[in-house]
């Protein structure tokens, strides 16, 4: 799924990228709640890409004036979340959920600015009038918590960049607005970023 350097051979890149679909597809766990209450309609003939991510290697230079604190690019369209370290020496490429909807999509420049550990989910007022049956809260390290065992919180409030145990959200439409990766590869991203690390939802 991810590369050290960016100039390496792609076989590396392209070996993770189908790990992590594999990953991807292996059976979810039973929960009683994961924090959405749909996904976008199934692979069939006619909606070839109802579960992708789009691995294609990105210059941070396209979208960031420099990557002091790290940078973090999060594109919409391809599912994948991109990170440089502020040295460039590392890269990653990760699958990740995106919102349902473009109503509950948000785009443009942020920051991180908190990390926690085993976050606990608080609903907010939209979701509980969309969902009145969902919880207004659950205890960070449960199985049932949608935001998985790590956390980074940004600078616009309620939107993270979060794990999850529902491995069936990634590659596809199914969050409320937030970005959702595997929870080992939000525990990577965790370790690598920082308070102020730069983030573009693209």
Same mark, same amino acid.
């Given at each position: 799924? &991810?590369?050290?350097?960016?100039? +390496?051979?792609?076989?590396?890149?392209?070996?993770?990228?189908?790990?992590?679909?594999?990953?991807?597809?292996?059976?979810?766990?039973?929960?009683?709640?994961? @924090?959405?209450?749909?996904?976008?309609?199934?692979?069939?003939?006619?909606?070839? /890409?109802?579960? !992708?991510?789009?691995?294609?290697m990105r210059d941070?230079?396209?979208?960031?004036? %420099?990557?002091?604190? @790290?940078? !973090?690019?999060?594109?919409? *369209?391809?599912?994948?979340? $991109?990170?440089? &370290?502020?040295?460039?020496?590392?890269?990653?490429?990760?699958?990740?959920?995106?919102?349902? =909807?473009?109503?509950? *999509?948000?785009?443009?420049? *942020?920051?991180? !600015?908190?990390?926690?550990? %085993?976050?606990?989910?608080?609903?907010?007022?939209?979701?509980? +009038?969309? %969902?009145?049956?969902?919880p207004k809260s659950?205890?960070?390290?449960?199985?049932? =918590?949608?935001?998985?065992?790590?956390?980074?919180?940004?600078?616009?409030?309620?939107?993270? !960049?979060?794990? *999850?145990?529902?491995?069936?959200?990634?590659? /596809?439409?199914?969050? =409320?607005?937030?970005?959702?990766?595997? %929870?080992? $590869?939000?525990?990577?991203?965790?370790?690598?970023? +920082?308070?102020?690390?730069?983030?573009?939802?693209?």
């Open positions: 799924m &991810s590369d050290e350097l960016p100039h +390496k051979s792609s076989r590396r890149l392209f070996l993770g990228a189908a790990a992590g679909l594999m990953a991807g597809a292996l059976p979810a766990r039973a929960e009683t709640f994961t @924090g959405s209450t749909e996904f976008e309609t199934p692979t069939t003939p006619n909606n070839p /890409r109802a579960n !992708i991510s789009s691995f294609v941070w230079r396209d979208f960031f004036a %420099n990557t002091k604190n @790290g940078a !973090i690019l999060c594109d919409l *369209t391809s599912r994948a979340l $991109h990170y440089w &370290s502020e040295d460039q020496s590392i890269y990653k490429l990760y699958p990740t959920s995106v919102p349902l =909807n473009e109503d509950l *999509t948000k785009r443009g420049a *942020t920051s991180v !600015i908190e990390k926690v550990v %085993n976050p606990r989910w608080v609903a907010t007022a939209s979701m509980l +009038k969309r %969902n009145p049956d969902w659950i205890e960070g390290g449960s199985p049932d =918590n949608p935001l998985g065992v790590r956390a980074l919180y940004l600078g616009w409030p309620t939107y993270r !960049i979060h794990g *999850t145990h529902d491995t069936r959200k990634i590659g /596809r439409r199914s969050s =409320n607005g937030c970005v959702g990766l595997y %929870n080992e $590869h939000i525990v990577e991203l965790f370790d690598l970023a +920082k308070v102020g690390t730069q983030v573009l939802f693209l």
